[in-house]
C-alpha cells in the first residue's frame, strides 16, 4: 500500500502560482510513476502532468508551459508548480501513484485539494 497526502490548493486571482505537494508513504518503492490529475465541475478527471521514474515528465497540453512537475525522491514528495493560472484551472487537484507489474496497473490517490482561481 501507498499513501498519499496533499498540500497546497487554496484561492488565488489569475495570473497568479500556486504550488501542490504530495507527499507518500509505504511501499513507494513499487511505484513506478507519480502524476496530477485534476477534476472541474462537470467535466471528467483528467491527467494535468506525470513523472516516471527515469525522471520523463508529460503534460496535458491545456497546461504545457505554465505547470511543472518535479520531485524529490529523497522525501518521496512530488510537486505540481502552477504559474499563469487560468479560471479554466479550478479543479479538484488529486496525486497519483501508479504501479505497474506485469501489466497490472494499481492506482493509488490523494484525498485530493481545491484550487480555484478567480477572474
Known amino acids: 500500500q501507498v499513501q498519499l497526502v496533499e498540500s497546497g490548493g487554496g484561492l488565488v486571482q489569475a495570473g497568479g502560482s500556486l504550488r501542490l505537494s504530495c507527499a507518500a508513504s509505504g511501499r513507494v518503492f513499487e511505484v513506478n510513476v507519480r502524476a496530477w490529475y485534476r477534476r472541474a465541475p462537470g467535466r471528467q478527471r483528467e491527467q494535468v502532468a506525470r513523472?516516471?521514474?527515469?525522471?520523463?515528465?508529460d503534460y496535458a497540453d491545456s497546461v504545457k508551459g505554465r505547470f511543472t512537475i518535479s520531485r524529490d525522491s529523497a522525501n518521496n514528495t512530488v510537486y505540481l508548480q502552477m504559474n499563469s493560472l487560468k479560471p479554466e484551472d479550478t479543479a479538484v487537484y488529486y496525486c497519483?501513484?501508479?504501479?505497474?507489474?506485469?501489466?497490472?496497473?494499481?492506482?493509488?490517490w490523494g484525498q485530493g485539494t481545491q484550487v480555484t482561481v478567480s477572474s
Open positions: 513523472i516516471v521514474n527515469d525522471g520523463s515528465t
Open positions: 497519483n501513484a501508479a504501479k505497474v507489474r506485469g501489466g497490472v496497473r494499481t492506482d493509488y
